[in-house]
């Protein structure tokens, strides 16, 4: 039986990941179009010093250095979305460790509520045992027995709203 604070939790935290998933798809999409931009770039550097290059080994010296800026350019994208599979990470992480908490939490208190509710109601039963082996007549029995009714309800009342 789950409670009301943890459900609420619960909802909370499926917010929660519906943003943190928003902006990871939004941060690889970023680093992506950063790599691709970088690309670009360095394909208008090759292209314009390619036309400067005058011999054969400059040609090559070109090819060499775009070649090296479209490595880095995936690199730089490698490292951005690393950083962000790692911030992404360490959010689930936690959104899990304080969910495992809450549901830990509201087990505890839903043992001890029931711990509560079977030692009122044994409470109950004695004093009820205890009260109609002291009556002496009916109207008492009948006194002891609706007192007995109006503890029980009252140990599962106090059960339920402990549960909610």
Do not use: P
């Not at 680093?31 to 390619?50: F, G, W």
């Not at 599979?85 to 360490?90: D, F, H, M, R, S």
């Amino acid at each position: 039986m789950e409670t009301k604070e943890l459900e609420t939790r619960r909802g909370a935290g499926e917010e929660a990941k519906k943003q943190a998933d928003k902006v990871l798809n939004e941060s690889l999409k970023r680093a992506k179009d950063v790599c691709k931009e970088a690309k670009k770039q360095a394909d208008i550097v090759y292209k314009e010093a390619k036309k400067l290059a005058v011999d054969k080994a400059a040609k090559k010296e070109v090819d060499k250095a775009h070649k090296e800026a479209l490595k880095e350019a995936d690199k730089v994208r490698d490292a951005i979305i690393g950083q962000v599979w790692a911030v992404w990470n360490t959010a689930w992480d936690q959104r899990s460790e304080d969910y495992t908490k809450a549901v830990t939490e509201s087990e505890e208190r839903i043992e001890g509520a029931e711990k509560a509710h079977e030692e009122a109601r044994k409470q109950a039963d004695i004093v009820h045992k205890e009260a109609k082996k002291l009556a002496v007549d009916k109207a008492a029995k009948k006194e002891a027995d609706e007192a007995h009714k109006k503890a029980l309800k009252e140990a599962d009342k106090t059960r339920k709203e402990a549960q909610k």
